[in-house]
């Protein structure tokens, strides 16, 4: 029989609600709480929270077809559009299929060369801080990320616009608030945020146009393109023949995979590198594995499996600190998930933080220990009950990408240097479109003993 799952009496609404504002790990905490299965009605809405393996593996995998992107990714759509990773059905399809080849094995040889050499120009630029006042690691690792999606993906030099990193702040910013107040401030209002969100949405597509302008330029001149960027343009003249459509569906492509590929990436080395920094030990033994492997020279391809403690660093701090920290859907029909019945149109949640750091899956799971993921424990656990890269047909397109740059960086950083946080500093998790951290990472820099 389908029953209704169990939810909050009415009267912890207002509190449920106000934690959405202040507290929305709290919130989904505090959901997980009332059991696997949670329903909330705010009027005619209906939510429903997640929080088992076999029941994300429903709503992600086996009948992701009913499960179209939701809450938190609809606001976003204002800067994103119809892009990859907002876009659904027919549209998501063929966006796919043109980027998909992009991150072919073939092409992972040259990413890796680009990989590391961002990684040596990081590792040089922080230690000019040497013996200095703290540097934000956090900005610095953003900078990074971006360089290598530029040079990876796009074929283009992102280094020369720094105003995109600072334009995706902002437009998360609103998208967040949108997400809070439920669309209900209108976004004609001419308050400070929205003004915020417009200059920095009109930077993002300015550059997008600038580089679509110079890699167009490029293709005319016949220099052939495998790349991102070069396939989403040929991808977007098949669509559709007119020149406003095509700029607008481009703008929207560019900038989703800009804000996609890097502030993940950024976000899993900013909390590996604080939680390499609080446990001496882990780090040390990072550091042995990367001089050992590496020696003194910069990684390539065939060293990623040889770094394999510090992968399960990388895995175990995505585990703790998962960038995208929640996985928003809207059911299309009604459906039953786990003998529990979901109405048509009810928001669904599956949250990875929360799913992570369930105790009846994970043993002690505040604790950072990165043997959780020595191969026979993976195998030991079911498999959606980690989930930092998704899952089913919407499982990220990057990440093999990702991983890559997060071990390199990890494991090059941490040969060269000893980076320590100020006294007293604590980091928080700030949940955005991905999971930030509130006020950067300030550490200063000095030689690996
Ligand atoms: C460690 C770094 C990364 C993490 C943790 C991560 C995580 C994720 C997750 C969880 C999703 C699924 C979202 C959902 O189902 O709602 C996703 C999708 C996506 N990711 Fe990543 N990602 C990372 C790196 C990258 C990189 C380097 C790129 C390169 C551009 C990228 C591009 C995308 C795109 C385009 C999608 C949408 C795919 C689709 O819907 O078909 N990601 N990512």
Redesign the pocket.
Known sequence: MRADPPGPPVRALPGLLRKLAVDRLGMMKDAADLGDAVRVSLGPKKLYVFNRPDYAKHV?ADNSANYH?GIG?VQARRVLGD?????DGEV?RA??QA?QPA?KPGRINRQADAVAEEGGKLVALLRAHEGGGPVDVLQEVTGL?LG??GRT?LDSDLTAHESVAHAFEEVQDQAMLEMVTQGMVPSWLPLPPQARFRRARRELYRVADLLVADRSARMADGEPGED?LSRIIVAARLRDRRPEQVRRMLREELV???L???E??A??LGWTLYLLERHPEIRAAVREEARTVLGDRLPDVSDLHRLSYTTMV?QEA?RLY???WV???VAQQEDEVGGYAVSAKADVLIC?YVMHRNPRLWEDPQRFAPERFAPQAVADRPRYAY?????????????N???M??VFITALVTRDLDLRTVPGFRAVAEPML?LRMRGGLPMTVSSAP
């Open positions: 992600l992107k990714l892009g990859l990773l907002t876009s998501w966006q796919r980027v991150f990320t290598v999606l993906l991102g989703t995979l800009l996609a590929g890097h993940t990436t976000s899993t990388v995505m998962p960038p995208v996985l928003p859907r990875p989930l930092p890269f998704g899952a089913g047909p919407r499982f990220c397109v990057g990440s990408l990702g991983m740059e997060a991905s």
